[in-house]
């Protein structure tokens, strides 16, 4: 069997390694960042990358939206969300009170700051991943230390000197995988993500956008304005929402979307876990047939 070469941000060891050796039939392929892995699917070197697009305390991952919106033309396939747990990892015999350096990458080191503030010794380093400061550490003779997880800490052979070190005990990534353009089916319970890039700033351009998609019951679950980086005050709009583009109401609503108002990007319709987008519009569906039945019984009751 064949399998497909999926990059993800290495080395072995990081988050997104944990994410991808989770997808079935997928040769993990490391890849110094996530510029270079949406580049190496661009180009055709990989078959697809997994990429992290949002975690649950620092919010949208810039590398990863940014390239998505203005770098390159992938669609987002599928998703996978990975919870994740910090630790402190360091050399055997090493304690947390002897650490002079932790080092990680930047999303890692602001999900740890409130135990980063207890290591008084220690100095603060940022590094391309995880994995790479695992990999730092264990060629240091130093009392280094990184932040990372259980797997870097096993690949390298260092040792958990203080687990769980997370400010927030919940955290989870959402990684997504990006492909060279085919959508994937419906199923049920899919996501759609679009760019609106708005022809002139106006007042209620915004609300002309999400009115679109109000008066189809279509339900948001993200809405982010990200700098178009043609100048001061020109931003884009990213949304994502519950639906597919196979379905009639969403087809329509884009359709009205990119003739009316704005230029929209397609990023992509993808399977998501969770309840059912279709259950919930069918849901809003009921109770704007219950407020109109009510409504209907009011004017009923008007003397002619």
Known sequence: M????????GPEGSFSHE?????????PVACTSIADVLAGVADGSLDSGLVPLENAIEGTVSATIDGLVFDHDLVIEREVVLPIHMHLLAKS????????????YVHALAQVRTYLATLTRAQIDQTTSTSQAAREVAASDEPWA????????????????????????????RFVEVGHGAIPSPTGNDRTSIVCFQDADRPGSLYGILGRFAARDINL???ESRPTKLGLGDYCFVIEFDGHVGDDIIA??????????????????????GEGSTDRREEVGEARRSA????????????T
């Open 146 to 173: 990184a932040v990372g997880s259980a797997l870097a800490g096993s690949l390298f052979g260092l040792e958990i000197i203080a687990a769980d070190i997370a400010d927030h005990p919940d955290n989870a990534t």
């Open 93 to 104: 015999g090493v304690r947390p009170e002897d650490v002079t350096r932790v080092s990680s």
């Open 19 to 27: 994410a991808v050796v989770t997808l079935i039939s997928a040769e």
């Open 292 to 303: 109109a039945d009510w409504i209907s019984s009011l004017r009923g009751r008007i003397r």
């Open 252 to 273: 329509d609503c884009l359709v009205d979307l990119q003739a009316h108002l704005v230029r929209v990007k397609f990023l992509g319709s993808y399977p998501v876990t």
């Open 221 to 223: 679950t993200k809405l």
């Open 2 to 9: 064949v399998l497909a070469r999926v990059g993800y941000l």
